[in-house]
């Protein structure tokens, strides 16, 4: 995602109720579910952009927790607006890097992990940056609940292909792969599109999907 600095976003995410406070996130693990008062499951995205996706799916999931999670204030800001525009009580973020996502949740607290449009980290060298990389599945396999799943979403056919071929080592098994998403009725059925699927898809991009969960 290009970067912009939006003056300000620092201190704006730094005071906004919507977003945990920095201080509070060692706090967290094994208290999200009293942080959102209920014991609804719990669903992340981890890389929500400017929040779209997961805005619209805590609207329309009311009964379902979501956490989303943004690494860089200027990127979240955006978010945060849309829930000034739209309180919605069961979502929250996190400004924060995913390679932290252990010192947040407790093990086998998440319900479900949505990475959307990933940064695809072109050079050999940064593979572990990743998110469907092996390293973050490493990560992702103590949170998530036993059971539970993974879902990937991109346009970007060499990431895919990659992030296949990371489950197996990584002993996660894939349920359910496309490589033409936005044509296949059954896997489109509640499908929220993110804002990078929007402008892509509208390009002509076929949208691959896969999901995923790890084995016991
Ligand atoms: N998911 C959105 C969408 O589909 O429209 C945004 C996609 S954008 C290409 C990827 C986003 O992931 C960026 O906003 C980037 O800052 C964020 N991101 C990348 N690596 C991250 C990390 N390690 N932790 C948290 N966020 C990350």
């Known amino acids: 995602m290009r970067l912009r600095n939006i003056t300000g976003s620092r201190e704006a995410i730094a005071g906004s109720p919507y977003v945990v406070p920095e201080a509070l996130m ?5 208290r999200w579910r009293e942080m959102f008062g209920n014991g609804n499951p719990i669903h992340i995205e981890i890389g929500m952009g400017k929040g ?4 619209t799916m805590a609207k329309g999931h009311p009964h379902i927790n979501y956490v989303g999670i943004e690494k860089y204030s200027s990127v979240l800001i955006r978010a945060v607006h849309k829930m000034e525009a739209e309180e919605l009580p069961n979502l929250k973020f996190l400004r924060m890097d995913a390679e932290d996502i252990g010192k947040v949740f407790g093990a086998g607290e998440v319900d479900r ?14 593979a572990k940056r990743r998110l469907p990389s092996r390293q973050f599945l490493a990560r992702f396999r103590v949170i998530l609940k036993p059971g539970s799943r993974l879902e990937f979403k991109t346009d970007n056919r060499e990431l895919f292909d990659f992030a296949l071929e990371e489950l197996s080592p990584a002993g996660w098994a894939a349920d359910e792969v496309t490589y033409d998403l936005h044509s ?22 076929p949208i691959c999907k896969y999901i995923s969960r790890p084995g016991q």
Do not use: A
Request: contains cysteine; proline residues 9%; glycine residues 6%.
């Open 113 to 126: 992990i949505y990475l959307n449009f990933s940064d695809p980290w072109p050079k050999d060298r940064h």
């Open 26 to 30: 060692c706090q967290c693990p094994g």
């Open 184 to 205: 296949d009725p059954r896997l489109m059925e509640g499908n929220v599109m993110t804002e990078y699927e929007e402008k892509f898809s509208c390009l002509g991009n």
């Open 52 to 55: 779209k996706f997961i805005h």
